[in-house]
């Protein structure tokens, strides 16, 4: 099955700066989320975008989907020291068991004060 | 509500030794799926369950059995670890049922064996 692919694999921004992470895949999919991981700790999902969707917002998040290019992009605006974690997106492909998300392997996102 | 909760948060074993990690949610989910997360692999998918009594396979089931005899629980069990068992697990639980296909995660179990 396939698997998302984020880019770039670590990012160092400034407090206040804005951060992009991008995610790639392959094959149709039903819907597309994001999660971010505190170091040490678990999964906090973000937020989840449907293949009929192009952009959605929560807070400094801003996510878009282009299913013609196969990528989704997270946004974040105006960085925090406390925005530092990684990044991940996660995929249930068309067709496939519902609850089942495909991750990849993330963005290591630092935000310096 | 507790959420997702997994014990023991760490363990070491020794190659050959059973162990089973523990996994409960009071969310009422029908969903609950086992996750190992090794560095630079991102997460993989163990083994997942749909609702009590029904399991199956994810991407990397080899060396690892789940049972569901209950919506809460849904334990993981190594019944002879190995070396390439050591990384980290999480459990995670949803409810497509009802339209929110958001996973929640445990914390996580720090297993490593030696």
Known sequence: ?113 | NAGVTQTPKFQVLKTGQSMTLQCAQDMNHEYMSWYRQDPGMGLRLIHYSVGAGITDQGEVPNGYNVSRSTTEDFPLRLLSAAPSQTSVYFCASSSPSTGNEKLFFGSGTQLSVL
């Open chain 1, 1 to 113: 099955s396939q698997q998302g692919e984020e880019d770039p694999q670590a990012l160092s921004i400034q407090e206040g700066e804005n951060a992009t992470m991008n995610c790639s895949y392959k094959t149709s999919i039903n819907n597309l989320q994001w999660y971010r991981q505190n170091s040490g700790r678990g999964l906090v999902h973000l937020i989840l975008i449907r293949s009929n969707e192009r952009e959605k917002h929560s807070g400094r998040l801003r996510v878009t989907l282009d299913t013609s290019k196969k990528s989704s992009s997270l946004l974040i605006t105006a960085s925090r020291a406390a925005d530092t974690a990684s990044y991940f997106c996660a995929l249930r492909n068309y067709g496939g068991s519902q609850g089942n998300l495909i991750f990849g392997k993330g963005t290591k996102l630092s935000v310096k004060p």
